[in-house]
């Protein structure tokens, strides 16, 4: 199973991209975990998740993220930010398969 992780900075309306990439992924016939937490609460899971996603809003700490990211004992984690468009219009199916692809 997939564990991919969507980086916010509250999680409103992460919270519904995460249920529409759920769907995607049923669609899809994957079976894969996704949630979101804020920035301040992703250092503790980094060893549970195969890819990390940030919102447009938290791009400014991709940087953060990656550095943090690549010290993970289980090997470097990729790590992107979720294109704006699709997240403006939650693209859920969009947004999964952005995340399958890095996932490989």
């Known amino acids: 199973m997939k564990t991919i992780l969507l980086v ?3 999680g409103m309306s992460t919270s519904l991209l995460v249920t ?7 669609d899809a ?8 937490l804020p920035f301040s609460d992703a250092p503790r899971v980094l060893e549970e998740v195969d ?3 940030l919102g447009p809003q938290v791009r400014f ?4 993220i990656e550095k943090l990211a690549a010290g993970r004992k289980a090997g470097a ?3 992107d930010v979720i294109d704006m468009r699709d ?18």
Request: hydrophobic share 50%; charged share 20%; with cysteine.
């Open 8 to 10: 916010c900075s509250a």
């Open 20 to 26: 529409k990439m759920e769907g995607a992924a049923k």
């Open 29 to 36: 016939g994957v079976e894969c975990k996704i949630f979101a």
């Open 51 to 53: 890819c990390i996603l």
């Open 61 to 64: 700490q991709k940087a953060a």
């Open 77 to 79: 984690i990729p790590v």
């Open 87 to 104: 997240y403006g219009t939650m693209n859920g199916k969009a947004v999964f398969e952005a995340a399958m692809k890095m996932i490989g």
